[in-house]
């Protein structure tokens, strides 16, 4: 029987290495409209967000939004959003991506507070789902297709 990266790889996967935070959180790097980034892996998170103070990094052009956002300790935060943006994570690509645009200090904080890095962002379910991810926690990969 074949290794899962070469399953995958033959399937037409991207292997993506992923590493911890010293709070045990999944980071991977993506690019942003061509901008790389450190962004936590959240399955839980429904959309991917990027946070108020990278919307110039990644050349975002913010829009109001009604829709409040909640998760990792707090609630009811204003949000905006960004359409059509590109993202790639090694080698894979999409188009017309829309990012949701909050405050994350409160996350941001807690990992300084652990002796880990910022983050500019996260990546949720609806960018996982739209590359068929899969998660191989022994080999510390993320797989897109």
Same mark, same amino acid.
């Given at each position: !029987?074949s290794s899962l990266k070469k399953f995958l +790889?033959?399937?037409?996967? $991207?292997? %993506?290495?992923?590493?911890?935070?010293?709070?045990?959180?999944?980071? %991977?790097?993506?690019k942003i409209n061509n901008i790389e980034g450190?962004?936590?892996?959240?399955? #839980?998170?429904?959309?991917?967000?990027? #946070? &108020?103070?990278?919307?110039?990094? &990644? *050349?975002?052009?913010?829009?109001?939004?009604?829709? +409040?956002?909640?998760?990792?300790?707090?609630? *009811? !935060? !204003?949000?905006?959003?960004?359409?059509?943006?590109?993202?790639?994570?090694?080698?894979?690509? +999409?188009?017309?991506?829309?990012?949701?645009? &909050?405050?994350?200090?409160?996350? *941001?904080?807690?990992?300084? *507070?652990?002796?880990?890095?910022? %983050?500019?962002?996260?990546?949720?379910?609806?960018?996982? +789902? $739209?590359?068929?991810?899969?998660?191989?926690?022994?080999?510390m990969s993320l797989f897109l297709k």
């Amino acid at each position: !029987m074949s290794s899962l990266k070469k399953f995958l +790889k033959e399937k037409g996967y $991207k292997k %993506v290495p992923l590493t911890y935070t010293a709070t045990q959180h999944l980071e %991977v790097k993506a690019k942003i409209n061509n901008i790389e980034g450190t962004f936590i892996l959240d399955t #839980g998170a429904s959309s991917s967000c990027v #946070g &108020f103070e990278a919307v110039t990094y &990644f *050349n975002l052009l913010a829009e109001e939004s009604d829709v +409040k956002a909640a998760g990792a300790g707090a609630t *009811n !935060m !204003m949000t905006q959003i960004a359409q059509k943006n590109s993202i790639e994570i090694k080698g894979w690509k +999409k188009k017309k991506v829309d990012l949701v645009l &909050f405050d994350l200090r409160h996350i *941001n904080d807690a990992l300084i *507070n652990h002796k880990a890095e910022k %983050v500019q962002g996260i990546i949720g379910a609806d960018i996982l +789902k $739209k590359g068929k991810a899969i998660i191989d926690y022994k080999s510390m990969s993320l797989f897109l297709k």
